[in-house]
């Protein structure tokens, strides 16, 4: 039986592409009896009926999803942090990291629209960027003015179902347009600003990008941290994770407890300060939560 991943569902169709090849497929009704739906990203069994057309049957176990887009199966995602139009900020940035570990996807950060950074800011910006390679996340700076960093992004895409994610006029569409011209993906200039378009809800798609699959709308909107438990803030954050393993007391949060690893790891200068404030400041937002029952 052919097998293929949902790149479209419209209007009670499911598009499976096959290789090239993308065949329009009902659903059986034993989806709605197990109450599962497909989602697009599902790795999906089907029988065709017509070369274009057919059933899907089997929906394959999947290994993470997402409620916001909808979608299913996502090897990356790809956090798209501007350098300058708005500001890089890595409390934002720290935000997005803990959504995205939380999720069990892996994150790659790109810094964009390098092409305006002026000579003193470059510094700093360098610094931010060797910070979190250390932490071992893959970063690259990129512009969609003079293309530089796309064809580090390139290998990345490549076999891969990626989400986008980042702030509203941090240049994704426009990314994403440098790699795939053909794209014309709207960008957030004046258009935008009249009200049409962004806000409207529409189907997720994946498109083609480069040699991989990209979901045409932007992930992790939602940074509110409700269901993270408190003990696994620090999973999120791996080098505080990895420190700790050494703190004295098991369980402890690195906030005030004596004998904490992560806090002589900043004191010494092996965790960014900032990436531990950042950890705390979260733990607090998390603590304070109202139960929910
Ligand atoms: P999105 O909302 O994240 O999809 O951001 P857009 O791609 O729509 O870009 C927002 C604005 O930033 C637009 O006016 C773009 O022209 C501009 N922009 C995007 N990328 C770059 C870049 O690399 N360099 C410069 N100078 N401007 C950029
Ligand atoms: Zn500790």
């Known amino acids: 039986m052919p097998e293929g991943k949902i790149i479209k569902a ?12 993308v065949i329009q497929c009902r659903g059986r009704g034993v989806f709605r009896k197990r109450k599962i739906t497909p989602l697009v990203g599902d790795s999906v069994v089907y029988q065709a009926e017509k070369p274009t057309d057919g059933y899907v049957i089997e929906i ?16 990356q995602a790809i956090l798209v942090f501007s350098a300058v ?4 900020s890595t409390t934002l940035l720290d935000r997005f990291l803990v959504a995205i570990e939380d999720n069990e996807i892996e994150p790659i950060i790109i810094i964009s629209k390098i092409d305006l950074v002026v000579e003193a800011k470059k510094a700093s910006l360098d610094q931010y960027m060797r910070d ?4 071992g996340y893959t970063v690259i700076k990129t512009s969609s003015i003079t293309s530089d960093g796309i064809e580090a992004l390139l290998p990345h895409l490549a076999g891969k179902t990626s989400v986008f994610a980042g702030q509203s006029g941090v240049g994704k ?7 795939n011209p053909e794209l014309s993906l709207e960008t957030n200039d004046i258009s ?33 941290f409700m269901d993270i438990e408190v003990e696994r ?3 999120c954050f791996p080098e505080i994770y990895q420190a700790g393993e050494k703190c004295k007391y098991r369980g402890c949060l690195h906030d005030k407890e004596p004998k904490c690893a992560v806090k002589e790891g900043v004191a ?23 139960p929910r029952y």
């Open 132 to 135: 979190y390679q250390e932490i």
């Open 60 to 75: 394959k176990d999947r290994k993470n999803e997402l409620v916001r887009p909808p979608i299913a199966n996502i090897d």
């Open 85 to 88: 139009e708005p500001d890089f």
């Open 268 to 290: 010494q200068g092996e965790i960014p300060s900032y990436r531990h404030k950042h950890y705390l400041q979260i733990l607090e937002e998390i603590k304070d939560r109202k």
């Open 192 to 224: 935008s600003h009249l009200g049409r378009g962004k806000h409207t809800t529409r189907h997720v798609e994946l498109i083609h990008v480069g040699s991989g699959l990209v979901a045409d709308t932007p992930g992790f909107s939602s940074l509110e």
């Open 10 to 21: 419209l209007s009670g169709f499911y598009y499976v592409l096959d290789g090239e090849e």
């Open 173 to 179: 569409s426009s990314l994403l347009n440098t790699i």
């Open 233 to 235: 803030l620090a999973y």
